[in-house]
Structures are given as structure tokens and as C-alpha cells.
């Protein structure tokens, strides 16, 4: 992990797509950049199938949502949170309506001890071949 003027990196989340870390603390809170599947080193996304020109063929929502969470753990760990100190999670879908039932059934299994705010808007995309991105706020001491 490195730390400049409150901004910090994880060394176990993937690498950012543009000029941002991956969180910023602000007193004892802390807000994490949208976080999605990708794995660090590689542009390889966990349950998603491309073509040859990077569109998605098919993709597995569970996979995706699994990898997202691990993504945003390493992320709180790596700046010295943890995730029963997640407070406020915005989740984006690019499809809300096949999706929402396996993501809301996986965000339970998550968050069965922690229930932090929730919010759920579905766009119509990311800036990677992404089906989830989760933008979480959480504190730290």
C-alpha cells in the first residue's frame, strides 16, 4: 500500500483505468473509487467472455459480484479498515433486471452481519466490460 496526502493504493486490487486512487481518507472516513471484477496484473475480468474486438459474449453476474467483493475487502484492508466497517455501498448494474435477484441474494451473503446503506442504480455501462461496480464508503480509525 501506498499513501500520498491521504490517497491510497492497494497492492491486491486491480490497477485503477484512469487518474484516481483507489480510496481517499477524510478524518475517520473512507471512500472508495468504483470498484469492479477486473484482476490486478491482468485485464482479465472474472466471469466475463469476450469476443475478439473486447464485447461481451456472456458473462456470470455471481462470479462478477464474488470478485467484486473480494476486490473492495483487500482494498479496506490494505488502508487499515475492515468490512464490518462498510457504512454506505452504491452499487451500479448494467442490467438491473437480470441481475438484481443473484446480486441481492450474494450482497446477503456479504452483509449478513453488517448492514451498511445501500443504494442499487442500474446504467447502461462501465468503463470496462463490467456488469457490477460497487462505490463504498466505509470508516476507519
Same mark, same amino acid.
Given at each position: 500500500?501506498?499513501?500520498?496526502?491521504?490517497?491510497?493504493?492497494?497492492?491486491?486490487?486491480?490497477?485503477? !483505468?484512469?487518474?484516481?486512487?483507489? $480510496?481517499?481518507?477524510?478524518?475517520?472516513?473512507?471512500?472508495?473509487?468504483?470498484?469492479? @471484477?477486473? &484482476?490486478?496484473?491482468?485485464?482479465?475480468? @472474472?466471469? !466475463?467472455?469476450?469476443?475478439?474486438?473486447? &464485447?461481451?459474449?456472456?458473462?456470470?453476474? &455471481?462470479?462478477?459480484?464474488?470478485?467484486?467483493?473480494?476486490?473492495?475487502?483487500?482494498?479496506?484492508? /490494505? $488502508?487499515?479498515?475492515?468490512?464490518?466497517?462498510?457504512?454506505?455501498?452504491?452499487?451500479?448494474?448494467?442490467?438491473?433486471? $437480470?441481475?438484481?435477484? !443473484?446480486?441481492?441474494?450474494?450482497? $446477503?451473503?456479504?452483509?449478513? /452481519?453488517?448492514? @451498511?446503506?445501500? =443504494?442499487? !442504480? &442500474?446504467?447502461?455501462?462501465?468503463? =470496462?466490460?463490467?456488469?457490477?461496480?460497487?462505490?463504498?464508503?466505509?470508516?476507519?480509525?
Amino acid at each position: 500500500m501506498s499513501v500520498n496526502e491521504n490517497a491510497i493504493e492497494s497492492a491486491r486490487a486491480p490497477e485503477p !483505468v484512469g487518474l484516481y486512487p483507489h $480510496a481517499r481518507r477524510v478524518g475517520n472516513l473512507l471512500f472508495l473509487s468504483g470498484v469492479g @471484477p477486473r &484482476e490486478r496484473g491482468t485485464k482479465k475480468i @472474472p466471469g !466475463v467472455e469476450l469476443n475478439d474486438v473486447g &464485447e461481451i459474449v456472456s458473462y456470470d453476474i &455471481e462470479t462478477q459480484c464474488r470478485s467484486v467483493f473480494q476486490n473492495v475487502r483487500y482494498i479496506l484492508e /490494505d $488502508a487499515g479498515s475492515s468490512w464490518d466497517k462498510i457504512v454506505d455501498v452504491t452499487v451500479f448494474l448494467t442490467n438491473m433486471k $437480470a441481475d438484481f435477484e !443473484v446480486y441481492n441474494k450474494i450482497y $446477503a451473503e456479504y452483509f449478513a /452481519d453488517n448492514r @451498511p446503506c445501500r =443504494t442499487t !442504480v &442500474e446504467i447502461s455501462s462501465l468503463p =470496462t466490460p463490467i456488469a457490477i461496480e460497487l462505490k463504498v464508503i466505509a470508516t476507519i480509525e
